[in-house]
Structure formats: structure tokens, C-alpha cells
């Protein structure tokens, strides 16, 4: 299993890469949004990867971000969609655009992707909408911490001293926090609350 390549750009193709390490060349495979952020060719490059082995063919698919490829992998879960249309799906709408069209269950948002029609949508949504609210929650609880000064964590942990699970509470603290003045832990933990209690 090949995790990650380092080495340098020999060629930029349309959908693909072609990298020298120490003397082999490797095609890779990427999306449009991995291709923008890569530089010209002769540049040094450390891109990771996802091998994709089957009984007569092996082929790489090379990331900039492990946010695209935790999503590829996610995406290639879902029956139907394979590496290559999951690779299609990343280069038509950024990693955060789809994360939200998936968990908001936006089929209308997602079917505008080449190669997705609303059937394919329907069972991204269905297969994947719980295991990405994680995944948004983690991403948004990170940035909310940063940004409150602490406030979070306090109300996050007055909610858990009441019996709440913590991700039940994370998710009640972010909604909360964007209700009400975020600079008042009490006023966050009684919107909270009024969530939890429903």
C-alpha cells in the first residue's frame, strides 16, 4: 500500500500527474482541486495517495489535502461509485461544499456534479449524511474553540457534567453559539440545553 509520494513534478496532464521519485515515475490520478494547488513541473511535491488495487489493474490517485482524501475514501464506500467517479465528484464541488450538500441532504446541489444523476446523489446522501456529521462537527467544534476563547470547551463540559454525550453536545454548543452572543458561556449552555431538552 503506497500512503504518500514525494518526489518531483515531471508532467501535468489534464486528470494527471506524473512524479519522479528517485528515478521512477509514477502516474497519478487527481482532481481539478488538487491540480490548482500544485505547482509547475520540476517542483518538489509530497502527495498523498490512495493505491487502488484490483485483480488486473493497479492505479494511484494522488491528494494535496488529507481532507480530499478522507472524503475520496468515504465516497468510494457508496455502492456504485468508484475511484474514478469519486475523483469526478472532488473536482466538481470542494471538499466543503460537498460535505455540506451531503450532510444538509442537498440532492438538487449534488446532482449537479458530472456523472451523478438523483438516484447517485440519493445514495450518497442515505450511505454517508451520519458518518460525515462527525466529521463536521469535529471541523466546526475546532474552529468555534479557536475563535471563543474557551467559552466552547466550558459549555461543551457544563453539558457532559449534566449526563450528555459529548458529540450530542458539541453539535448543541455549535448551534447554540451561532443563535446567541458567543461571548456568554451562560446564555450558550441554556440555548443548548433548550436543544437537548426538545
Given amino acids: 500500500m503506497i500512503a504518500f509520494l514525494k518526489g518531483y513534478i515531471e508532467e501535468k496532464r489534464e486528470g494527471e500527474v506524473f512524479l519522479d521519485v528517485n528515478g521512477v515515475g509514477y502516474r497519478v490520478e487527481v482532481s481539478s482541486i488538487t491540480m490548482q494547488q500544485l505547482e509547475k513541473a520540476g517542483s518538489q511535491v509530497k502527495m498523498l495517495t490512495y493505491h487502488h ?15 480530499e482524501k478522507t472524503l475520496f475514501e468515504k465516497l468510494i464506500t457508496v455502492k456504485g461509485v468508484g475511484p474514478k467517479l469519486g475523483l469526478t465528484i472532488l473536482s466538481g464541488l470542494p471538499a466543503n461544499q460537498l460535505i455540506t450538500a451531503i450532510t444538509n441532504q442537498d440532492n438538487a446541489t449534488l446532482s449537479t456534479v458530472p456523472g451523478i444523476g438523483k438516484k447517485t446523489a440519493g445514495r450518497i446522501i442515505l450511505e454517508l449524511k451520519e458518518k ?30 449534566l449526563g450528555f454525550k459529548k458529540k450530542e453536545s ?15 458561556s451562560s446564555k450558550i449552555i441554556k440555548k443548548a440545553l433548550a436543544s437537548l431538552n426538545r
Avoid at 456529521?133 to 466552547?152: F, P
Avoid at 458539541?170 to 456568554?184: F, R, Y
Wanted: glycine share 4%; proline share 0%; charged share 25%.
Fill in 170 to 184: 458539541e453539535q448543541a454548543v455549535l448551534k447554540a453559539m451561532k443563535d446567541v452572543d458567543s461571548q456568554n
Fill in 53 to 67: 488495487i484490483t485483480d488486473n489493474d493497479q492505479r494511484l490517485f494522488g491528494f494535496f489535502t488529507s481532507d
Fill in 132 to 161: 460525515l456529521a462527525d466529521y463536521v462537527t469535529d471541523t466546526d467544534m475546532s474552529t468555534a474553540k479557536a475563535s471563543s476563547g474557551g467559552l466552547a470547551d466550558e459549555a461543551v463540559s457544563a453539558l457532559e457534567a
